[in-house]
C-alpha cells in the first residue's frame, strides 16, 4: 500500500514523502502540486499539509480543536478564514472580509498562505484521494498524546521528530534525493503527512473534530492525523 505526505517549501513549491507499507519509499520535489501528484503514480492516499475545506462564517472548529489538542505548540495553527476571504485579490480586502465574518482580521501569516492554499484546494476538487493534515498533530500522536516540546527548526526539534517517525517505521535516509535541498523541516512535516496517510488508508486515523463541519462543496471540514 504505497501512499503520499505532502508539505509546502517556499519556492520550491512542494516536498513529498512517499510511504509504502508503512516505510519510506523516497522523495519528490516539484513547482506545482499537480506535477508532483501526477508524478507520484499510483497511491491510495495523499495527506496535504494545507488547509483544504473552507467554511463560510466564524473560524473552522478543526483549527479550535487542534489548538487544544496541541497546548504549548497551539501557535503553530493558523485560524482559517472564511471562504469569501480568500477570493479577494488583496490582503486588506480579504482581512475587511474575514473581520465582517469572524469579528477579527486575517493574520500576514495566513495571507500568505493564500497561492498554495488556492492551488491545494483545486487539487482537492479534483481528486478525492487528497486529505488534509497537520504534522505537528500527527507528531503529537507519534509521541503518545504529547507535543514535542521543541520546535521542528531547532536541532533538539529535529532530532526528536526523526526519532518519532523512525520508531513508527518510517526511517529517513541521510540522502533523500530530490528532497536533498529542501529544509529539513518541511521533510519532516511532509512524513509526518505520510504517516498520517498510511493511518487514514488504513483505517486508523483520527480526526479534528470529531463530528466535521461542511464546506460549500458537502466536504469534511477536518484534519486527519
Given at each position: 500500500m504505497d501512499v503520499l505526505g505532502v508539505d509546502a517549501c517556499g519556492k520550491q513549491g512542494w516536498v513529498g514523502i512517499r510511504v509504502s507499507d508503512g516505510g519510506y519509499a523516497g522523495s519528490l520535489v516539484d513547482v506545482r502540486l499537480e506535477a508532483l501528484i501526477e508524478r507520484a503514480g499510483e497511491v491510495s492516499v495523499i495527506a496535504v499539509d494545507m488547509p483544504l475545506g473552507l467554511v463560510e462564517r466564524g473560524w473552522r472548529a478543526a483549527d479550535l480543536g487542534a489548538r487544544v489538542l496541541l497546548g504549548e505548540r497551539r501557535s503553530t495553527v493558523f485560524l482559517v478564514a472564511p471562504r469569501a476571504a480568500w477570493l479577494e485579490s488583496e490582503y486588506v480586502a480579504a482581512g475587511d472580509r474575514c473581520?465582517?465574518?469572524?469579528?477579527?482580521?486575517?493574520?500576514?501569516?495566513?495571507?500568505?498562505?493564500?497561492?498554495?492554499?488556492?492551488?491545494?484546494?483545486?487539487?482537492?476538487?479534483?481528486?478525492?484521494?487528497?486529505?488534509?493534515?497537520?504534522?505537528?498533530?500527527?507528531?503529537?500522536?507519534?509521541?503518545?498524546?504529547?507535543?514535542?516540546?521543541?520546535?521542528?527548526?531547532?536541532?533538539?526539534?529535529?532530532?526528536?521528530?526523526?526519532?518519532?517517525?523512525?520508531?513508527?517505521?518510517?526511517?529517513?535516509?541521510?540522502?533523500?534525493?530530490?528532497?536533498?535541498?529542501?529544509?529539513?523541516?518541511?521533510?519532516?512535516?511532509?512524513?509526518?503527512?505520510?504517516?498520517?496517510?498510511?493511518?487514514?488508508?488504513?483505517?486508523?486515523?483520527?480526526?479534528?473534530?470529531?463530528?466535521?463541519?461542511?464546506?460549500?462543496?458537502?466536504?469534511a471540514v477536518e484534519i486527519r492525523y
Amino acid at each position: 500500500m504505497d501512499v503520499l505526505g505532502v508539505d509546502a517549501c517556499g519556492k520550491q513549491g512542494w516536498v513529498g514523502i512517499r510511504v509504502s507499507d508503512g516505510g519510506y519509499a523516497g522523495s519528490l520535489v516539484d513547482v506545482r502540486l499537480e506535477a508532483l501528484i501526477e508524478r507520484a503514480g499510483e497511491v491510495s492516499v495523499i495527506a496535504v499539509d494545507m488547509p483544504l475545506g473552507l467554511v463560510e462564517r466564524g473560524w473552522r472548529a478543526a483549527d479550535l480543536g487542534a489548538r487544544v489538542l496541541l497546548g504549548e505548540r497551539r501557535s503553530t495553527v493558523f485560524l482559517v478564514a472564511p471562504r469569501a476571504a480568500w477570493l479577494e485579490s488583496e490582503y486588506v480586502a480579504a482581512g475587511d472580509r474575514c473581520q465582517e465574518l469572524t469579528g477579527q482580521r486575517l493574520s500576514r501569516q495566513a495571507w500568505a498562505l493564500a497561492p498554495k492554499l488556492l492551488e491545494a484546494r483545486a487539487c482537492r476538487l479534483a481528486d478525492e484521494r487528497i486529505h488534509e493534515v497537520h504534522p505537528e498533530l500527527s507528531f503529537r500522536a507519534l509521541a503518545g498524546g504529547v507535543p514535542p516540546a521543541f520546535a521542528k527548526k531547532t536541532w533538539r526539534g529535529q532530532n526528536t521528530r526523526r526519532a518519532l517517525l523512525a520508531a513508527a517505521g518510517v526511517v529517513l535516509p541521510d540522502e533523500l534525493g530530490e528532497a536533498d535541498r529542501v529544509p529539513a523541516d518541511d521533510v519532516l512535516d511532509a512524513a509526518a503527512a505520510a504517516w498520517s496517510a498510511d493511518r487514514i488508508a488504513r483505517g486508523v486515523a483520527e480526526r479534528v473534530p470529531e463530528i466535521p463541519e461542511l464546506d460549500a462543496e458537502g466536504r469534511a471540514v477536518e484534519i486527519r492525523y
